[in-house]
């Protein structure tokens, strides 16, 4: 645990090759298209997402009912989120923005889901309740479902694109930073060597002299 938090304390991010820099950040721009054109969808990586929302409902489920009932959307953020704050005391840039565009990508899926609480159109595994119908219905806003919906897919959509240009600034940085350490330790052995190669030459003139 403590070899873990270790890294906090570093100021340096992990570079990341130039490649795949540009690589990742442009499929995750193209993610973004084919989401756009999926709008109002599940996506291909809520096949990924399913299996923590259905577990999320059996773990929180010995909390009780109600959070049960939260337990499928919780553990959908949780993970990914959990995942996230690890890359970040890491300062593994790729990491953080994986995990954190996951993030987004998870608030889009919850956001299809709150949008379906009053039609209840969506297909559901084992054809079981529709977890928004309750919650909204339970809080007297099923009537806005299209709201909170909206809410929390524009809030999926600024951390999924906020990710892209963190990526990218961060990634670039981290590659400005390394360079300049490594110029740091060449100037430093360098100048070491230097003073050695002094500190020689004085011993041996004070030989000579005596």
Not at 33 to 60: C, M, R, W
Not at 100 to 105: K, L, M, P, R, V
Not at 136 to 159: P, Q, T
């Amino acid at each position: 645990m403590k070899r873990l938090f270790l890294d906090a304390n570093n100021p340096y991010w992990k570079s990341v090759p130039g490649l795949a820099l540009l690589g990742s950040a442009l499929a995750a721009i193209c993610f973004c298209i084919y989401a756009l054109i999926q709008s109002g969808e599940f996506l291909f990586p809520d096949n990924v997402n399913l299996p923590f929302h259905e577990f999320g409902h059996i773990f929180f489920s010995i909390f009780g009912e109600t959070v049960g009932l939260w337990g499928g959307t919780l553990m959908q953020l949780i993970i990914p989120f959990s995942i996230l704050a690890y890359f970040f005391i890491k300062r593994e840039t790729a990491g953080v923005f994986f995990s954190a565009f996951w993030f987004g990508e998870n608030l889009l899926n919850i956001g299809v889901y709150i949008n379906d609480a009053r039609a209840l159109e969506l297909p559901l595994v084992g054809g079981g309740e529709h977890d928004w119908n309750i919650i909204l219905g339970s809080m007297k806003l099923l009537r806005y479902d299209h709201y909170v919906a909206a809410i929390v897919k524009s809030l999926g959509w600024f951390i999924m694109l906020g990710s892209i240009v963190w990526f990218l600034v961060r990634g670039m940085r981290a590659r400005e930073e390394k360079g300049k350490d490594s110029f740091d330790r060449v100037v430093g052995v360098a100048k070491s060597s230097i003073r050695d190669g002094s500190s020689k030459h004085d011993r041996y003139l004070n030989r000579k002299d005596k």
